[in-house]
């Protein structure tokens, strides 16, 4: 089964708005990242946040962790057309750092111009 | 150049074919892994191998078979290929270190098994 559920499925705005999405996860982790998968292409890792750390920072993008709810969430601000894609949380929990990551089904993110 | 090749790009089979998707990297990664990705269950660990000749087993390993003879190289064979199996396949590598679990991935290959 699937470590992280995502929510929303989809989210549609307009450009220059802030988009937030949600991940939830199950068991405990030793970290959490979200990648971006363009239509048609590979996902493209964008920020990872360790357990012991509440929120990061890349840019636009402003990644939170809370451990105690298991959930993360992801804001895009002020979001172009170019941030249309779909997103996509990741856990890794490894024991022994495999290094597998367990991916949700994912937010599809519309950037209406 | 550099990074994570896939090949082929698309690919066409039938029932009960044998196929294989071969995977490249250039940057000397020890592990890589290939996923399913499908909708309704996002991506899915097929298998994964932690250096050449170490493989195991991912999710949703049957039906699939891997090997790695060298550490760029992970190829993904399809035995006796079935309808279920049509999907988009992604290979990843993952930076090395014992600190980040990071991925770089493929550009995909979308098989459909007629």
């Known amino acids: 089964s699937q470590q992280g559920e995502e929510d929303p499925q989809a989210l549609s705005i307009q450009e220059g708005e802030n988009a937030t999405m949600n991940c939830s996860y199950k068991?405990?982790?030793?970290?959490l990242q979200w990648y971006r998968q363009n239509s048609g292409r590979g996902l493209v890792h964008l920020i990872l946040?360790?357990?012991?750390?509440r929120e990061k920072h890349s840019g636009r993008l402003r990644v939170t962790l809370d451990t105690s709810k298991k959930s993360s969430s992801l804001l895009i601000t002020a979001s172009r057309a170019a941030d249309t894609a779909s997103y996509f949380c990741a856990t890794s929990k490894g024991s022994g750092n495999t290094g597998k990551l367990i991916f949700g089904q994912g937010t599809t993110l519309q950037v209406k111009p | 150049d550099a990074g994570i090749t896939q090949s082929p790009r698309y690919k066409i089979t039938e029932t009960g074919r044998q196929v294989t998707l071969m995977c490249h990297q250039t940057w000397s990664h020890s592990y890589m892994f290939w996923y399913r990705q499908d909708l309704g269950h996002g991506l899915r660990l097929i298998y994964y191998s932690a250096a050449a000749d170490i493989t195991d087993k991912g999710e949703v390993p049957d039906g699939y078979v891997v090997s790695r003879s060298k550490t760029e190289n992970f190829p993904l064979t399809l035995e006796s290929a079935t309808r279920s199996q049509t999907s988009v396949y992604f290979c990843a590598s993952r930076v090395p270190g014992l600190t980040t679990d990071t991925q770089y991935f493929g550009p995909g290959t979308r098989l459909t098994v007629l």
């Open positions: 946040i360790r357990s012991n750390e």
């Open positions: 068991t405990s982790i030793n970290n």
